[in-house]
């Protein structure tokens, strides 16, 4: 029979994967802390209206990424691709946006049905972090404080800040104006995207892959010329705040963003080291997508930041994962049971516990027991069962093994794992001193 895979683009993680997983989460988690933010959980499936009312219908997601289908009852729906609209409009639906604040963030997969390759999967993670009802260029550079401080806690290095601006609608409008006019002078040397973009989405254009593209997009008109004079201070003003931050920067007027609800502020963070795949995370001001979604006009910003990319940025370091404490050996059913209730009373002062089971001997749960890494062993047999006894045998240490009664078994584990830590400390002492 053939072995059922995987979808394409969808991947496992295993043990080995998570543990790197969690402590980038946890790095991270603690960072949005520091800053205020608050954690909140979205469903993965929304209504279809939803993307297509907020990421735009002539985008690349909406026109050609999105996992649609007909729910049971005949409604569309659909796998988010991003967390924003989702975000958007939980808050709107709680009222979280009513004269408030709202510092939050999120995680967890998107889907989209692009062509599988490094840094493109058909399920990603991201991690998305958003701040609602400011309107200001502050906001703006806390969120860039925020992202220059993660990579600095997961160790992430060599990533380019690359920063611009859209305008407002209006001065947006205008632009996409002359650069259709520009384009259109051109239109049979580009490549076949940009031909159909010149009248659904000239702007994406500028961030075409295509050499002769991009030639032609070299001298395209430069969006900062055409920013009403309020996109222009708040550009301005967000320049000096990095500079007062000490947050180096490159203005990059090619930069555009692929979804539709951007306006004002939009940046990116970009690695030299992941291939043609290099934007780690994204992000920049939505102040239209409250009220383009139901809600009272309402400006906002925020970013996404691409965890697989973070990962292969991050390489296959491998994590230290902790062993057990205690490896459980009970020998004969009746101490099998015993010694199923005598882990959980360890386990209830705080250690980490994994029980052999099975009906092996001896000479096997000590294999089983060494190849744990567990610090120590406890034997349960018939002897000790009826005996009232214990016997615990350190197996990192060069401590002997010892019998006792059965009620000082935790002093007697907590003094092994005490010797075995101290010795462990020692040595590496040792090495530095020898090294
Ligand atoms: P890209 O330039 O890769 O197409 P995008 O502009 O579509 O990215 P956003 O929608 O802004 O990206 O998503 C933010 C981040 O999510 C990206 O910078 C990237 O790190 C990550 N990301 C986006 N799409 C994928 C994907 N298909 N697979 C893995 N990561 C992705
Ligand atoms: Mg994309």
């Known amino acids: 029979m053939n ?8 991947k496992d993680l295993l043990p080995v994967d998570t543990a790197v997983w969690q402590r980038i989460e946890d790095a991270v988690r603690r960072v949005l802390e520091r800053y205020g933010y608050a954690e909140i959980r979205l469903p993965i499936v929304e209504r279809t209206e939803l993307f297509a009312r907020s ?11 999105m996992y649609t289908f007909p729910d049971l009852d005949g409604e ?9 609209a989702g975000c958007v409009r939980a808050g709107i639906q709680h009222g979280l946006f009513h004269n408030r604040h709202q510092r939050l963030y999120y995680w967890g997969p998107m889907f989209r049905h692009e062509r599988p390759q490094r840094g493109r999967l058909r399920q990603f993670h991201q991690l998305g972090v958003e701040a ?3 309107a200001g260029p502050d906001i703006d550079a806390e969120l860039i404080q925020i992202g220059t401080r993660i990579w600095r806690e997961v160790g992430a290095s060599g990533l380019a800040l690359h920063i611009n601006s859209l305008g407002d609608v209006e001065s947006r409008l205008q632009y996409r104006q002359r650069l259709v006019e520009y384009f259109s002078k051109y239109r049979t040397q580009l490549d076949n995207d940009s031909q159909r973009r010149i009248d659904t989405n000239p702007l994406r254009i500028l961030d075409s ?17 055409y920013l009403d004079a309020e996109s222009k201070s708040h550009f301005e003003e967000l320049c000096e ?25 939009v940046f990116e963070w970009i690695s030299g080291d992941l291939g043609a795949q290099g934007t780690v995370c994204a992000g920049g001001r939505y102040d239209r997508l409250v009220e383009q979604l139901g809600g009272r006009a309402t400006p906002a910003a925020g970013f996404a930041l691409g965890l697989e990319r973070l990962l292969d940025l991050l390489g296959r370091r491998p994590v230290q994962t902790d062993s057990a404490d205690v490896y459980m050996i009970s020998l004969g059913d009746p101490a099998r049971k015993a010694g199923l209730v005598l882990a959980d009373t360890l386990r209830d002062a705080g250690l980490t516990v994994i029980s052999y089971c099975g009906t ?9 027991a060494d190849k744990s890494g567990a610090t120590v062993a406890v034997l349960l047999g018939e002897d000790e069962l009826k005996s009232d006894m214990i016997t615990v045998k350190p197996l990192r240490s060069g401590q002997r093994q010892l019998t006792a009664p059965a009620d000082r078994l935790l002093e007697i584990v907590r003094g092994c794992l005490d010797a075995s830590a101290t010795q462990t400390a020692n040595s590496r002492e040792g090495i530095y001193a020898n090294g």
């Open 3 to 10: 072995k059922l895979q995987s979808i394409k683009g969808m």
């Open 55 to 65: 990421i735009g219908e002539q985008t690349d997601i909406v026109g050609k990424e």
């Open 76 to 84: 569309s729906i659909t796998l988010r691709p991003e967390g924003t």
């Open 132 to 134: 609602v009802g400011w």
């Open 209 to 225: 892959k295509d050499n002769t593209t991009q030639q032609i997009a070299s001298d395209a008109p430069e969006i900062l010329d």
């Open 241 to 265: 705040y990095l500079d007062a931050a000490g947050i180096a920067y490159t203005i990059d007027q090619r930069l555009v963003r692929g979804l539709d609800y951007y306006s004002r502020t």
């Open 360 to 368: 092996g001997g001896l000479k096997n749960q000590m294999k089983h």
